[in-house]
């Protein structure tokens, strides 16, 4: 008997050049979902219910059909909008491109997606996608988010901050709206004009105010979850109904190793290649840490590749992950060409965000990379943790969504057991001076008191308002400064980010500071393959500043700029596309880290395609640029003045190290370095340009934790610099 997978290559395959027949295939998909056989039901119960939670299996088709339904059913009149938010951008963006499909309309017309620095959508949007870390910007602007009719709060059980938060703040959005509609109207207002005009200025967005908004219909809110335990979220929405839609589950055969494995990615790489040369024709999904551990595979799959025997040699990866860019996204969803086995190497955004047709064989490492933050130091970190077994179960059932399938877990039954059953929530443990900023512009003021889902600890709140306000963000009184508060509050970066951008522009290097923090907004942009380390490391060096990492960042930035500058003038967009590639990869520079870092600074991938479609902005002008708009944009916008500190680098470092005060270091005898802010000992990773200089002080940009504590993106400064640009926390200290 054929198997699953190979009749899905087939299918698709020969469907491709023939739309009707893909559009029949795609309705024959559609209506064969498990949720279609409770369309009615469901649009019943959104319309009896003001919030509802949904509980169903992945792969259910909650994601792509229920917006769906909602639109046929008329909750978009009146030009209202149905949003929906996801915890990453590639589920955004990947899901508003199936459902634009789908539904037979160009992606950014009826159908769109939003995320931050890139957005398809336009006036005529009805269904729209987004990350919800966006949604929350929107409300600074739109504080009873009164173009949407429906939110739909999708993978919920991820309870990422930003869920959490937004969970939060739509209670009281629903709040406002059912008095709202059930009052007298003030001064009639149809649209939210009165709060984009102050946007416009300096000011955000009021909070509401009773009797002076409009008469809006109530919020519906519906709250999506792949995980069975409705309870914590129906508690906190006072017993909202819950919903569950019958899943479709194959039998995974489950097989752990017999033992601890010491390096998992290389026991990934040699049960890829056993599933590959021992088991039946089906995809593999490999469930990896991040953007640097999926591309280190990707090359050693390739390496490895020649060694095959000639007639097994039909295997292609696939990388997914959060921050690749869109247009890379999709290659994920496309099926191998004919008669090759598909590799998709994917953090775990695969393990309930996004459905990837075609998998028979999950490979599980049984790690993720989290945040970790210690509210005692306030240092924040990235590390390697075990997954919980909710993750290990989720993940094995990737391998069983079209017929049975196999899940490799690279680690013993034993572990298995040891593992705790469900995630700590992100709120419990990540910095929170960014939702806090967030907050107190939407004129929440006690934070503390705040209806969180689940509380943060105290002492992670008042760390976070207290770095706030060394940030200068906050008055000694906690409420938003004017102007750096609210102008912090209007960057979509983190604080500290935001502060550089800010204090730069008087510091004259405000053009470097946006390179800097453009780059530092995406992964790594130097690519270090395994085996050409001695000549990476050559390579960069062309880049390399005595002074440190960011100055080195930016050295390869203006060097790509230069390069395409230069006599490409006149050049297609394809021919200057190639070129990059070409230098990227004789610089070792990661190519799509890079792009992707331009895409943030200014060149933005579909603004500008929104802008020539929409010709001129419509009255969500304003809406759009705070939102979405590259960070050059935003800056200028805020009237910031953007120039250029030439060579006088010195400037820059200044400018560093008046805004990265927090994390400054210095040397110990030793060699290693005492982070000044927390009293921990760090030491400076491998691969900054400063690793074998070892400065006497430094500023660094974050906090790697390994099996030691590594601090990335390093520069040099003076000491002396801290006492006089960050008085108010060293002048106290040594
Ligand atoms: O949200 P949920 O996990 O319940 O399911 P979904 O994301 O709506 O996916 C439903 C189905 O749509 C999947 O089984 C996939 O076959 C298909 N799909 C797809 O082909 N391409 C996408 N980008 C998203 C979904
Ligand atoms: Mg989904």
Redesign the pocket.
């Known amino acids: 008997m054929p198997s699953m997978a190979n009749s899905h290559y087939k299918q698709t395959n020969g469907t491709i050049s023939n739309n009707d027949s893909r559009r029949q295939k795609i309705l024959e ?1 559609r209506k064969s ?1 498990p ?1 279609a056989a409770v369309e009615k039901r469901l649009v019943e119960e959104v319309r009896n219910n003001h919030t509802l939670i949904i509980v ?10 229920l917006p769906q339904y909602l639109f046929k059913a008329g909750f978009c009149h009146d030009g209202k909008l149905v949003g929906v938010t996801q915890p990453r951008r590639v589920a955004a963006v ?2 508003a ?2 459902v634009a499909e789908e539904s037979g309309v160009q992606l950014g017309q009826r159908v769109g997606y939003s995320v931050r620095f890139d957005d398809m959508t336009c006036g005529s949007t009805r269904i729209k996608y987004m990350t919800d870390g966006l949604l929350l910007r929107e409300a600074l602007l739109d504080p009873r988010l009164s173009r949407y009719s429906v939110i739909v709060v ?1 993978e919920a059980h991820e309870r990422t901050v930003h869920t959490d938060v937004l969970l939060g703040l739509l209670k009281n959005v629903q709040k406002a709206r059912s008095q709202s509609a059930n009052e007298s109207v003030g001064r009639a207002n149809s649209n939210n004009d009165t709060n984009l005009e102050k946007a416009n200025g300096v000011q955000m967005a009021s909070p509401l105010k009773q009797g002076q908004v409009a008469k809006l219909p109530p919020l519906r809110l519906i709250i ?1 979850s ?1 995980s069975l335990d409705a309870r914590i979220f129906s508690e906190y929405f006072g017993g909202a109904k819950a919903v569950h839609v019958q899943g479709r589950q194959f039998p995974v055969d489950v097989f752990y190793t017999l033992h601890a494995e010491t390096d998992y990615v290389e026991a990934a790489m040699v049960t890829i290649f056993q599933i590959h040369l021992e088991e039946a024709p089906g995809d593999i999904l490999v469930f990896l840490t991040g953007q640097e551990e999926i591309e280190s595979v990707e090359g050693l799959v390739r390496d490895k590749l020649p060694q095959l025997p000639e007639g097994n040699r039909n295997i292609v990866t696939v990388p997914i992950y959060a921050s690749l860019p869109s247009e890379q996204q999709m290659k994920a ?1 496309m099926p191998a060409p004919d008669g090759f086995r598909k590799v998709i190497l994917a953090t775990n955004i695969a393990e ?1 965000s ?2 990837i ?1 075609g998998i028979k064989y999950v490979v599980d490492p049984g790690v993720v990379k989290a945040r970790n933050y210690n509210p005692r130091t306030g240092i924040e970190s990235l590390s390697i943790i075990p997954t919980s077994k909710a993750q290990a179960l989720q993940r094995s059932g990737r391998a069983g ?1 079209e017929g049975p399938g196999k899940c490799f877990r690279l680690y013993t039954e034993r572990e298995f057991e040891k593992l705790a059953d469900s995630t700590v929530p992100e709120i419990k443990r990540c910095n929170l001076s960014n939702v806090i900023l967030q907050l107190k512009a939407l004129g929440i003021d006690d934070i503390i008191g705040f209806d969180f889902m689940e509380k943060p600890s105290r002492m992670a709140i008042v760390k976070s308002l207290e770095e706030l306000f060394l940030l200068g963000a906050l008055t000694e009184e906690y409420k938003l400064s004017d102007p750096i508060g609210n102008q912090m509050a209007k960057l979509p970066l983190d604080p500290i980010y935001s502060k550089a951008l800010i204090l730069s522009s008087q510091f004259n290097c405000l053009e470097e500071m946006l390179i800097a923090v453009s780059v530092l907004s995406v992964e790594s942009i130097f690519f270090t393959p395994r085996e050409k380390q001695e000549e990476a490391r050559t390579a960069i060096k062309r880049f390399s500043s005595p002074e440190g990492d960011h100055i080195t960042l930016i050295n390869v930035y203006k060097s790509c700029d230069e390069f395409l500058e230069s006599g490409n003038a006149n050049s297609s967009k394809e021919k200057t596309f190639k070129n990059m590639k070409k230098w990227c990869k004789e610089n070792f520079v990661n190519g799509r880290s890079l792009r992707h870092a331009r895409d943030v600074h200014r060149y933005g991938s579909s603004l500008k395609a929104y802008c020539e479609r929409t010709d001129a902005l419509s009255g969500s002008n304003n809406l759009k640029i705070i939102c979405l708009s590259q960070i050059r944009d935003h800056v200028k916008q805020m009237g910031l003045r953007i120039a250029s500190c030439g060579e006088d680098m010195l400037l820059f470092r200044r400018c560093l190290a008046a805004s990265f005060f927090l994390n400054a270091a210095l040397k110990q005898p030793d060699g290693t370095y005492r982070a000044l802010a927390s009293s921990q000992m760090v030491q400076i990773h491998p691969t900054s340009v400063l690793f074998r200089a070892k400065p006497d002080c430094i500023i660094f940009n974050e906090l790697v934790r390994t099996n030691q504590n590594y601090i990335r993106d390093v520069t040099r400064i003076d000491p002396m610099w801290l006492t006089e640009l960050a008085p108010h926390f060293y002048a106290r200290q040594d």
């Open positions: 998909q979902l949720i169903g299996e992945t792969g259910s088709g909650k994601t792509t059909q990947t899901v491109k199936r999708d999506m792949a969803f309930t996004v459905t047709p969504r």
